[in-house]
């Protein structure tokens, strides 16, 4: 119907390869072909959003129906310790339950997943089918024996006691299962049941009663007190229960507010800084807080640590490419690790690191790939457990994939310098020179090195003398040399650099300017009078064209010292000094200025990135319809379409909006019938502007000169008023006013506009009829 | 017979009571049903059976196929309204009649108008007394939830916004879909673009200026264009950025009396109108040319209100006697007719629209005569209970949030009421 014009989502896709409404449209298309055909976009889907739950479960759901079994369970482990989506897992489960669950020999794998599935999602708000499920599949299991049953008894107890223990949706169901399972579970005898004969007073009552028995018949009386006794026992079970489960309740109404608005099902793409965004993670914010204040009041450090770190789980499932939530979350797995150390529960504390570990490789490996910072987080971690080589891996991943490797290449020569010295630091230095990629920031970081470490400034000169003769035009380069060269308290080589670059022909302006105020700056604070009257007068020669003649703006670059001003900001700027805002943003100090040109261009990119708004819908192509212009009723039209006219051209409308309003027009007048004649006339060829010929302001036009009109129409210009002004003056609204209301009543209009003593025409300020009344007036008067 | 037999053998007549009402045979549908004693409404319109008994033969064809393999279709929670995959989901959101009042606004006459905003967290209400209010949602519900009486105190006035820049009363409101955007209409002839991220403000920053009383609006769901209703039978497309103006190209496109209604489905590739004359139309969103007339939707009488599904495959049309009908797109026909309001063979101006609940769920529909709200399950067409809206005078708009349970009624009585399901 209305496909044939529209983007097809493919060419979205292409264009915005985030665009996820396009994306979806493509995956119900998809689900209707056979498989065969649509593996090949599933993979391009799950290779685009990889964590995307939804995704995987339709990609998993297409194969089961098509009974790939084998590539639904390969796809099923790709997916499913990297991906904690609830649905996915239960979509998993019921799979299992399906496929295996009524082989007896893989009953136990089935179990085992049902555990793994409530160790990772079991936290979950929405995990409640899960837990019933896994009770559904215990107690389906056939126990032979007495042994067997109270074994199973005491696993589905378990079950549930995890169970009412989690708040989630839907506990109320569950607790009313669980009660009646204590009910009609202690029929059987629990001689086995560790957790009801370990209870203290049942022990005591079952000592009771043997000292009340004699001892033959114990086993007889303890059967037939038990009838009536364990109803009592199970309400006994159940109330030590109610409190902790009251308190479940509470937290599940405080956590289903929370996430009140939070879209579980939002797929991961880049941020776009909107305010729904912003939104989203403002909620996922607040709910981890939540969590991290121990809202079940659990005294294990590893429950409440599990739950939160569950809560950042899901939060990066639709947060993903959220570099801070990566991080906040491996922070404070680290800060749990500490914890649990403290604590003494190493075990737990191993585990929470490995996932550390994982965390971090699944954040560098999927959606973080290239953002460098989490990668460096990654290897500081790395390093901060004595792990040398893997961090050395990660910083040779990042220095292999990435485009600019040079921060990669310096982080990991500070990285070399602190593990294994100097020397090993070296080599990183000789393989970034010989990458051809990296920039001459690596030569500034190679020297500095060997400067501050090894406290040998002549071979620090020799890679900056180096790097100059390849990168001599970067203004950041020749800075953060001429800095060091001042630092080392080498003048004489300071200034031959300086000279040496600025006699340089291909030298580029900006540099030119920075390199003269350098000189200055050195002249200024180590040189004699003489050298310094030199250098400013030669900055001045050498600068005029820049400074435009301003003699004021070299005085005050002389004395100046970082961010001191010799006068104040106002003054500066009314002098025209535009250098105080660049260097007031750096907060002065010279070695903050390569720095700060990169934070302003990183700040550029990024809020770049943030008005980048996609809106990936198909626009109305308005060459397809007709333009229109609403008009009353009344108005005669020739537009086919009836209820408007056609529009002025869209230059010419564009005028009209910014022309004055009618009645601000208040002459000069023009008789037309004087001009119609004076056209009629019109003999000569008409005259043609010449815009290139400029016209001498001591000739003389006709009778006029032209400075006379020149200034008469300056005058003209600069004493009308701005439409604008004028639309917005609180005056001309109640003029206006004035005037609707005064359109009723004639008699009124008099006082109102004293040189025009007339009718209702003349109040709206219809200019050609007013003419027309102060004609006929006049021949009125004439007559008269 | 074993119980699950019974059970099955239901599923059976009701697929093919299902089955019969899709393919237009609703007499037919309606004989079976009353024969098995069961009612049309339990079973939505749908082709599952026409699926399965494909299905079936391709098992008949290759008997190598496993058992059970429709097992595998794991039914999630519903996302939307979709009979073609999702027919016989049962619905998962809260009955619109469990909804409970949280907070009632006054306002100096009549409301006529009202709008969430696209995450649910403001609403503006538009009124004859020429003003609009924003209203902060959470900020109410954050309210109730503390459990503080209704009252109209000073500083938890959930009122952040007020705008006074019509002459005359304020027909429609919307929000713009990604900046802090009011766009209202009104009969003064203006529609005006307020924008509300400013704590002062007051008076618009554009507007546009038409020849006719604006009676209804739909944003382009990029936010670039605005498709308006004016009191005229020629539908408009502005382009906001420009002011232009523009029509469709083919004259014979346009209804024949005056627009009441226009809704952009949310893939901003189809437009669909309702008018006085009683036809509802389909236009192209891009090409702007008129694709599909529903001649006569509800039987001559005119329409009250038009409104897309999320996935733009249905459309849900009032008609001003409080005739509720769903259209089916792809095969362009009446696929469900909500029945059974009081106020219904009665034509009326001042009937209400019909709306979805956030997942599409529900259909409800304030009824003006009894001044309770109807519902139905939107699948089925089954009645629901009722909830008294305890207005005094006609619902003159209602609208539900698209995120959560939440619905306004506006009403000439001068007050709107905000209603939300409560945890």
Same mark, same amino acid.
Not at chain 1, 656 to 676: A, K, T
Not at chain 2, 6 to 16: E, G, P
Not at chain 2, 165 to 180: I, K, L, N, Q, Y
């Given at each position: 119907?209305?496909?044939?014009?529209?983007?097809?989502?493919?060419?979205?896709?292409?264009?915005?390869?985030?665009?996820?409404?396009?994306?979806?449209?493509?995956?119900?298309?998809?689900?209707?072909?056979?498989?065969?055909?649509?593996?090949?976009?599933?993979?391009?889907?799950?290779?685009?959003?990889?964590?995307?739950?939804?995704?995987?479960?339709?990609?998993?759901?297409?194969?089961?129906?098509?009974?790939?079994?084998?590539?639904?369970?390969?796809?099923?482990?790709?997916?499913?310790?990297?991906?904690?989506?609830?649905?996915?897992?239960?979509?998993?489960?019921?799979?299992?339950?399906?496929?295996?669950?009524?082989?007896?020999?893989?009953?136990?794998?089935?179990?085992?997943?049902?555990?793994?599935?409530?160790?990772?999602?079991?936290?979950?708000?929405?995990?409640?089918?899960?837990?019933?499920?896994?009770?559904?599949?215990?107690?389906?299991?056939?126990?032979?024996?007495?042994?067997?049953?109270?074994?199973?008894?005491?696993?589905?107890?378990?079950?549930?006691?995890?169970?009412?223990?989690?708040?989630?949706?839907?506990?109320?169901?569950?607790?009313?299962?669980?009660?009646?399972?204590?009910?009609?579970?202690?029929?059987?005898?629990?001689?086995?049941?560790?957790?009801?004969?370990?209870?203290?007073?049942?022990?005591?009552?079952?000592?009771?009663?043997?000292?009340?028995?004699?001892?033959?018949?114990?086993?007889?009386?303890?059967?037939?007190?038990?009838?009536?006794?364990?109803?009592?026992?199970?309400?006994?079970?159940?109330?030590?229960?109610?409190?902790?489960?009251?308190?479940?309740?509470?937290?599940?109404?405080?956590?289903?507010?929370?996430?009140?608005?939070?879209? $579980?099902?939002?797929?991961?793409?880049?941020?776009?800084?909107?305010?729904?965004?912003?939104?989203?993670?403002?909620?996922?914010?607040?709910?981890?807080?939540?969590?991290?204040?121990?809202?079940?009041?659990?005294?294990?450090?590893?429950?409440?640590?599990?739950?939160?770190?569950?809560?950042?789980?899901?939060?990066?499932?639709?947060?993903?490419?959220?570099?801070?939530?990566?991080?906040?979350?491996?922070?404070?797995?680290?800060?749990?690790?500490?914890?649990?150390?403290?604590?003494?529960?190493?075990?737990?504390?191993?585990?929470?690191?490995?996932?550390?570990?994982?965390?971090?490789?699944?954040?560098?490996?999927?959606?973080?790939?290239?953002?460098?910072?989490?990668?460096?987080?990654?290897?500081?971690?790395?390093?901060?457990?004595?792990?040398?080589?893997?961090?050395?891996?990660?910083?040779?991943?990042?220095?292999?994939?990435?485009?600019?490797?040079?921060?990669?290449?310096?982080?990991?020569?500070?990285?070399?310098?602190?593990?294994?010295?100097?020397?090993?630091?070296?080599?990183?230095?000789?393989?970034?020179?010989?990458?051809?990629?990296?920039?001459?920031?690596?030569?500034?970081?190679?020297?500095?090195?060997?400067?501050?470490?090894?406290?040998?400034?002549?071979?620090?000169?020799?890679?900056?003398?180096?790097?100059?003769?390849?990168?001599?035009?970067?203004?950041?380069?020749?800075?953060?040399?001429?800095?060091?060269?001042?630092?080392?308290?080498?003048?004489?080589?300071?200034?031959?650099?300086?000279?040496?670059?600025?006699?340089?022909?291909?030298?580029?302006?900006?540099?030119?300017?920075?390199?003269?105020?350098?000189?200055?700056?050195?002249?200024?604070?180590?040189?004699?009078?003489?050298?310094?009257?030199?250098?400013?007068?030669?900055?001045?020669?050498?600068?005029?064209?820049?400074?435009?003649?301003?003699?004021?703006?070299?005085?005050?670059? $002389?004395?100046?010292?970082?961010?001191?001003?010799?006068?104040?900001?106002?003054?500066?700027?009314?002098?025209?000094?535009?250098?105080?805002?660049?260097?007031?943003?750096?907060?002065?100090?010279?070695?903050?200025?390569?720095?700060?040109?990169?934070?302003?261009?990183?700040?550029?990119?990024?809020?770049?990135?943030?008005?980048?708004?996609?809106?990936?819908?198909?626009?109305?192509?308005?060459?397809?319809?007709l333009a229109f212009k609403p008009a009353s009723r009344a108005t005669p039209s020739t537009h086919p379409v009836s209820g408007g006219v056609f529009p002025a051209p869209r230059s010419v409308s564009f005028m009209l909006q910014r022309l004055p309003p009618p009645d601000s027009f208040c002459g000069p007048f023009v008789d037309h019938n004087i001009l119609m004649d004076a056209l009629k006339n019109f003999t000569r060829e008409p005259p043609k502007a010449n815009y290139?010929?400029?016209v001498?302001v001591?000739d003389s036009i006709g009778k006029y000169k032209v400075a006379d009109l020149k200034r008469e129409f300056q005058q003209l210009v600069t004493t009308t008023t701005d439409p604008a002004v004028l639309y917005a003056s609180e005056e001309y609204r109640k003029q206006r006013k004035r005037r609707h209301g005064a359109a009723g009543g004639p008699n009124d209009s008099d006082s109102e506009d004293e040189n025009t003593n007339g009718t209702a025409a003349e109040a709206t300020g219809d200019v050609f009829k007013r003419l027309m009344n102060a004609k006929v007036k006049a021949k009125e008067q004439m007559q008269t | 017979?074993?119980?699950?037999?019974?059970?099955?053998?239901?599923?059976?007549?009701?697929?093919?009571?299902?089955?019969?009402?899709?393919?237009?045979?609703?007499?037919?549908?309606?004989?079976?049903?009353?024969?098995?004693?069961?009612? @049309?409404?339990?079973?939505?319109?749908?082709?599952?059976?026409? /699926?399965?008994?494909?299905?079936?033969?391709?098992?008949?064809?290759?008997?190598?196929?496993?058992?059970?393999?429709?097992?595998?279709?794991?039914?999630?929670?519903?996302?939307?309204?979709?009979?073609?995959?999702?027919?016989?989901?049962?619905?998962?959101?809260?009955?619109?009649?469990?909804?409970?009042?949280?907070?009632?606004?006054?306002?100096?006459?009549?409301?006529?108008?009202?709008?969430?905003?696209?995450?649910?967290?403001?609403?503006?209400?538009?009124?004859?007394?020429?003003?609009?209010?924003?209203?902060?949602?959470?900020?109410?519900?954050?309210?109730?939830?503390?459990?503080?009486?209704?009252?109209?105190?000073?500083?938890?006035?959930?009122?952040?916004?007020?705008?006074?820049d019509h002459v005359d009363?304020?027909?429609? @409101?919307?929000?713009?879909?990604?900046?802090?955007?009011?766009?209202?209409?009104s009969y003064d002839k203006t529609i005006k673009?307020?924008?509300?991220?400013?704590?002062?403000?007051?008076r618009c920053?554009r507007s546009l200026v038409e020849a006719e009383p604006v009676?209804? !609006?739909?944003?382009?769901?990029?936010?670039?264009?605005? *498709?308006?209703?004016v009191n005229h039978?020629t539908?408009r497309?502005?382009?906001?950025?420009t002011q232009q103006c523009?029509?469709?190209?083919?004259?014979?496109?346009?209804?024949?009396? *005056?627009?009441?209604?226009?809704?952009?489905?949310?893939?901003?590739?189809?437009?669909?109108?309702?008018?006085?004359?009683?036809?509802?139309?389909?236009?192209?969103?891009?090409?702007? /040319?008129?694709?599909?007339?529903?001649?006569?939707?509800?039987?001559?009488?005119?329409?009250?209100? @038009?409104?897309?599904?999320?996935?733009?495959?249905?459309?849900?049309?009032?008609?001003?006697?409080?005739?509720?009908?769903?259209?089916?797109?792809?095969?362009?026909?009446?696929?469900?007719?909500?029945?059974?309001?009081?106020?219904?063979? /009665?034509?009326?101006?001042?009937?209400?629209?019909?709306? !979805?609940?956030?997942?599409?769920?529900?259909?409800?529909?304030?009824?003006?005569?009894?001044?309770?709200?109807?519902?139905?399950?939107? /699948?089925?067409?089954?009645?629901?209970?009722?909830?008294?809206?305890?207005?005094?005078?006609?619902?003159?708009?209602?609208?539900?949030?698209?995120?959560?349970?939440? !619905?306004?009624?506006?009403?000439?009585?001068?007050?709107?009421? !905000?209603?939300?399901?409560?945890?």
């Amino acid at each position: 119907m209305s496909n044939a014009s529209v983007i097809s989502p493919e060419r979205r896709i292409e264009f915005n390869a985030f665009d996820v409404d396009a994306w979806n449209l493509l995956l119900r298309e998809s689900s209707a072909r056979p498989i065969d055909t649509a593996r090949i976009f599933y993979e391009k889907l799950v290779t685009q959003f990889p964590n995307a739950g939804r995704y995987w479960k339709a990609y998993i759901e297409h194969e089961l129906r098509a009974k790939n079994y084998d590539k639904a369970e390969a796809l099923f482990e790709r997916c499913i310790f990297q991906v904690l989506h609830i649905d996915l897992w239960k979509s998993y489960l019921h799979y299992l339950k399906l496929s295996k669950g009524h082989i007896i020999s893989m009953r136990e794998k089935v179990a085992d997943a049902f555990e793994l599935a409530i160790d990772r999602v079991g936290h979950d708000i929405q995990a409640a089918q899960i837990y019933q499920d896994y009770i559904q599949f215990l107690t389906d299991v056939e126990a032979q024996g007495q042994y067997a049953e109270n074994q199973k008894v005491s696993a589905i107890r378990k079950v549930y006691l995890r169970a009412v223990a989690t708040p989630m949706l839907n506990i109320e169901t569950i607790w009313q299962a669980y009660c009646d399972f204590e009910k009609v579970s202690l029929h059987v005898l629990p001689s086995a049941d560790n957790d009801v004969r370990n209870d203290q007073h049942f022990s005591l009552f079952l000592n009771r009663i043997a000292q009340i028995c004699s001892y033959n018949c114990k086993e007889l009386c303890i059967l037939l007190v038990f009838q009536s006794v364990n109803i009592n026992l199970a309400e006994k079970l159940v109330a030590d229960r109610v409190k902790d489960y009251q308190h479940v309740k509470k937290v599940l109404k405080q956590m289903e507010l929370l996430m009140q608005g939070i879209n $579980r099902q939002a797929i991961s793409v880049p941020p776009r800084g909107t305010q729904a965004e912003q939104k989203q993670i403002d909620l996922w914010r607040k709910l981890i807080v939540f969590e991290k204040s121990n809202p079940l009041r659990s005294d294990e450090v590893g429950l409440k640590a599990k739950r939160v770190i569950y809560t950042y789980d899901q939060a990066l499932l639709s947060l993903g490419y959220h570099a801070d939530i990566w991080y906040e979350s491996a922070v404070y797995h680290e800060k749990i690790v500490a914890e649990l150390r403290e604590r003494g529960d190493m075990k737990t504390a191993e585990t929470i690191e490995r996932e550390t570990s994982k965390l971090y490789s699944r954040a560098t490996s999927g959606l973080m790939r290239n953002t460098p910072l989490i990668h460096f987080a990654h290897a500081d971690f790395e390093e901060s457990k004595g792990r040398y080589d893997i961090a050395t891996k990660i910083y040779d991943d990042l220095i292999e994939s990435n485009d600019d490797p040079t921060l990669a290449y310096i982080m990991l020569m500070n990285f070399i310098r602190r593990i294994k010295g100097v020397r090993a630091a070296r080599k990183v230095f000789e393989r970034a020179r010989g990458d051809k990629r990296s920039k001459f920031h690596i030569y500034i970081a190679g020297a500095m090195m060997e400067f501050h470490c090894i406290k040998d400034s002549n071979i620090a000169q020799k890679i900056f003398d180096y790097g100059l003769k390849k990168y001599g035009n970067v203004p950041e380069f020749a800075t953060a040399y001429i800095d060091f060269l001042y630092h080392v308290n080498d003048e004489n080589n300071t200034r031959g650099v300086i000279e040496r670059l600025l006699e340089s022909p291909d030298i580029s302006n900006e540099l030119k300017i920075e390199m003269w105020d350098r000189y200055l700056d050195l002249e200024t604070q180590v040189g004699d009078a003489a050298s310094l009257r030199k250098v400013d007068h030669a900055r001045r020669q050498a600068l005029n064209e820049a400074y435009d003649d301003r003699q004021a703006l070299f005085l005050v670059d $002389r004395f100046k010292f970082l961010n001191l001003w010799p006068c104040s900001e106002d003054q500066m700027k009314l002098m025209g000094y535009n250098k105080i805002s660049r260097l007031s943003s750096t907060t002065g100090g010279p070695t903050t200025s390569t720095q700060g040109h990169f934070m302003s261009q990183g700040l550029l990119r990024t809020t770049q990135q943030v008005n980048l708004e996609i809106s990936g819908f198909p626009r109305p192509d308005t060459n397809q319809m007709l333009a229109f212009k609403p008009a009353s009723r009344a108005t005669p039209s020739t537009h086919p379409v009836s209820g408007g006219v056609f529009p002025a051209p869209r230059s010419v409308s564009f005028m009209l909006q910014r022309l004055p309003p009618p009645d601000s027009f208040c002459g000069p007048f023009v008789d037309h019938n004087i001009l119609m004649d004076a056209l009629k006339n019109f003999t000569r060829e008409p005259p043609k502007a010449n815009y290139k010929a400029s016209v001498d302001v001591n000739d003389s036009i006709g009778k006029y000169k032209v400075a006379d009109l020149k200034r008469e129409f300056q005058q003209l210009v600069t004493t009308t008023t701005d439409p604008a002004v004028l639309y917005a003056s609180e005056e001309y609204r109640k003029q206006r006013k004035r005037r609707h209301g005064a359109a009723g009543g004639p008699n009124d209009s008099d006082s109102e506009d004293e040189n025009t003593n007339g009718t209702a025409a003349e109040a709206t300020g219809d200019v050609f009829k007013r003419l027309m009344n102060a004609k006929v007036k006049a021949k009125e008067q004439m007559q008269t | 017979m074993i119980r699950s037999e019974i059970k099955d053998q239901d599923y059976l007549y009701k697929l093919i009571i299902s089955q019969l009402s899709y393919d237009g045979f609703k007499q037919a549908a309606g004989t079976v049903a009353q024969e098995l004693g069961m009612s @049309v409404e339990s079973a939505a319109a749908s082709n599952k059976l026409m /699926r399965l008994v494909n299905l079936a033969r391709q098992y008949e064809d290759d008997p190598d196929i496993e058992k059970g393999e429709s097992l595998f279709q794991y039914n999630g929670d519903s996302v939307g309204l979709d009979l073609e995959y999702g027919a016989d989901i049962t619905p998962t959101a809260p009955e619109p009649a469990s909804y409970e009042l949280v907070y009632a606004s006054s306002h100096k006459a009549p409301c006529r108008s009202g709008a969430f905003n696209t995450d649910g967290s403001l609403a503006a209400i538009g009124s004859s007394d020429c003003s609009i209010k924003i209203y902060d949602i959470e900020k109410i519900i954050a309210r109730e939830v503390r459990g503080e009486p209704i009252s109209e105190a000073e500083q938890s006035q959930p009122v952040i916004r007020t705008l006074y820049d019509h002459v005359d009363e304020v027909s429609c @409101v919307t929000f713009h879909p990604r900046e802090p955007i009011l766009i209202s209409g009104s009969y003064d002839k203006t529609i005006k673009f307020f924008d509300y991220s400013k704590m002062a403000v007051k008076r618009c920053m554009r507007s546009l200026v038409e020849a006719e009383p604006v009676r209804a !609006f739909a944003i382009h769901p990029g936010g670039e264009f605005l *498709a308006v209703a004016v009191n005229h039978p020629t539908l408009r497309l502005y382009n906001i950025e420009t002011q232009q103006c523009f029509v469709s190209a083919f004259p014979g496109d346009q209804h024949v009396e *005056a627009v009441v209604d226009v809704c952009y489905a949310d893939s901003a590739k189809l437009l669909v109108t309702g008018s006085l004359d009683g036809d509802v139309k389909l236009w192209d969103g891009i090409s702007g /040319r008129c694709v599909q007339t529903f001649a006569r939707a509800h039987d001559n009488i005119p329409i009250r209100s @038009v409104k897309f599904t999320r996935n733009g495959k249905y459309v849900l049309t009032t008609g001003n006697d409080s005739s509720v009908k769903l259209w089916e797109l792809s095969t362009n026909r009446c696929l469900v007719n909500y029945t059974g309001v009081s106020g219904a063979d /009665r034509v009326n101006d001042n009937c209400g629209p019909a709306c !979805f609940n956030h997942n599409e769920d529900y259909v409800m529909l304030p009824d003006d005569k009894s001044g309770n709200l109807c519902s139905w399950n939107a /699948r089925t067409g089954d009645r629901k209970r009722y909830r008294a809206l305890g207005h005094a005078a006609a619902v003159r708009d209602f609208i539900h949030s698209r995120t959560s349970p939440a !619905f306004i009624t506006c009403s000439d009585d001068c007050k709107a009421r !905000f209603w939300y399901k409560k945890l």
